[in-house]
């Protein structure tokens, strides 16, 4: 989805409104948030931040299932590295696994040989702005940072407008990650980015889950009503 001028001008800041509301224009036919970015980043110089994905056993069921993102991403990318805070998870990839250019640390301080000295074509932040405190600091230090000048960042969150948070509100209950601070919607994950110094160039609304529920919502509906779907994905340009 290209966002329009009107709503460009809301995301800035030049007009305002209490009661802002905008209709989601696009055929949104990419179902998945990881097909997505295989797409976007292929043949290109890719550093993927949070690559361990919590633990090595939900990393050995996701490569099982060939659905592990950083694995994904390798297989796309020209170069493919990946940086997170997690040591032992670090040292399971770099060790157990054997995985070249993986490294510890945190990227908004540390100084990070075979990182900072690299000119990345884009930055990937899966499933991680809904982990940080602030989410507008941490994109406008990434942005910041060496190597990252000039690169494009693709994030994906999930979205408060999923189909499974309507069926269990219903139920008086909240299922969720106890680590989220945030619940995004395709509006407000762009006004953080706008905010963070970047220009949205693509919204995106995926479904990467089984249809769990009974009914089950059939993937025509999801066609139909994307902003249903679970997960919310930004592709946004630094300043030039």
């Not at 020209?78 to 990839?93: M, P, Q, R, T, Y």
């Not at 919607?185 to 980015?193: G, N, Q, W």
Request: hydrophobic content about 40%; some cysteine.
């Amino acid at each position: 989805m290209k966002l329009d001028k009107t709503l460009l001008q809301f995301l800035h800041g030049e007009i305002f409104s209490s009661g802002c509301s905008f209709t989601l224009k696009g055929s949104f036919k990419e179902r998945s948030r990881l097909t997505y970015m295989q797409r976007v980043v292929k043949g290109a110089k890719v550093l993927h931040i949070g690559c361990v994905d919590h633990t090595p056993d939900k990393v050995k069921r996701k490569l099982a299932r060939g659905v592990w993102l950083h694995k994904l991403l390798m297989d796309s990318a020209s170069l493919c590295a990946g940086v997170d805070i997690n040591e032992k998870g670090i040292e399971f990839l770099s060790e157990e696994m054997k995985l070249p250019h993986v490294y510890c640390g945190n990227i908004l301080t540390d100084e990070i040989p075979g990182v900072n000295d690299v000119q990345w074509d884009y930055v990937i932040l899966g499933e991680l702005l809904e982990h940080v405190d602030n989410p507008v600091q941490f994109l406008e230090t990434l942005r910041q940072r060496p190597g990252l000048e000039k690169a494009k960042c693709i994030v994906t969150v999930p979205n408060a407008f999923h189909y499974k948070n309507f069926k269990k509100a219903l139920k008086q209950y909240e299922d969720i990650n106890s680590d989220h601070r945030y619940w995004f919607t395709p509006y407000t994950l762009s006004k953080v980015m706008v905010m963070a110094g970047y220009e949205v160039d693509d919204i995106q609304l995926t479904q990467d889950r089984a249809f769990k529920f009974f009914p089950p919502i059939p993937w025509f509906l999801l066609t139909r009503y994307p902003l249903l779907r679970s997960k919310v994905v930004a592709l946004a340009s630094p300043p030039q």
